[in-house]
């Protein structure tokens, strides 16, 4: 892995991609955040060595530098899933990369379901903890310990201070922000009544298919992490409704200028 990681990172900074400070991931239906950046150079992820290509219609798949509140980014439109058929070193490559480019904090975005009841579709939650029910880990694989430590801490794997800032941030612009856990599933079926029903015994508050693997290998890589969820619709298993793909992609359009005020102003302060 150590060659691949080698070859892209390469191939990038020959592109122009030079000492990004941070990195952000965006997740389902949340492209906007583009629009806010001064493009310096960006690459299709099927032109760079060794990278997966997004096969989900909603992610773009590309990687783009430039300047975002004053500060160098690099920024992940469209994202990898396990449910796509890759592998969660596959789903991970890119954070390697990012991290390997030179930044030192990683942002994540997804959308998600609300869990807990008292959260509703079109508001936001800062994960303050997850829950890995993918069935394995990015860090599982012959030679991990070359890139990092074998045995990655998680005891705070979302930053403390970048969390605190964030719910500042939140409460000085009016955004409802809700805080809590995040679980993790293969995917892509939705969940069962009863998958629900246990998912809120075991202490999730929202759901979705992405975000863990990419903070684990983060905090493999030693960087400062903060994630945010957009809810996009409420799992209730004593109500629950067949689930409206265009109808999630269209709310998380809706509540993602949030999320933009969010990152751009935490920018700001890193």
Do not use: W
């Amino acid at each position: 892995m150590t060659k691949y990681i080698t070859e892209s990172t390469e191939y990038l900074q020959k592109k122009g991609f030079d000492n990004p400070e941070v990195g952000i991931i965006l997740g389902t239906g949340l492209g906007q955040l583009i629009s806010e950046i001064e493009v310096i150079a960006e690459a299709s992820y099927n032109h760079i060595p060794n990278f997966p290509t997004a096969t989900v219609e909603f992610h773009k798949g590309k990687l783009i530098y430039g300047l975002l509140a004053g500060k160098k980014v690099v920024v992940m439109q469209g994202r990898f899933h396990v449910y796509e058929g890759y592998s969660l070193q596959d789903v991970t490559f890119p954070v390697r990369i990012m991290e390997k480019l030179g930044i030192q904090t990683l942002l994540v975005s997804n959308a998600a379901g609300a869990i807990n009841l008292d959260f509703k579709k079109g508001e936001i939650m800062l994960i303050d903890d997850h829950i890995n029910l993918q069935g394995s880990s990015p860090l599982a694989f012959k030679g991990v310990e070359e890139l990092g430590e074998r045995f990655t801490d998680m005891s705070a794997p979302y930053n403390h201070e970048i969390n605190s800032k964030i719910e500042a941030i939140a409460i000085a612009n009016n955004i409802k922000l809700h805080k809590g856990v995040y679980a993790s599933v293969v995917g892509p079926q939705l969940e069962t009544r009863a998958e629900y029903r246990m998912l809120k015994i075991i202490g999730a508050d929202a759901v979705g298919m992405s975000t863990v693997p990419e903070v684990i290998v983060a905090n493999h890589l030693n960087l400062k992490v903060a994630a945010v969820s957009v809810l996009t619709d409420e799992c209730d298993p004593d109500n629950l409704k067949p689930v409206d793909i265009g109808e999630i992609i269209a709310m998380a359009g809706k509540a993602e200028p949030e999320m933009i005020t969010l990152f751009k102003e935490l920018i700001k302060t890193l």
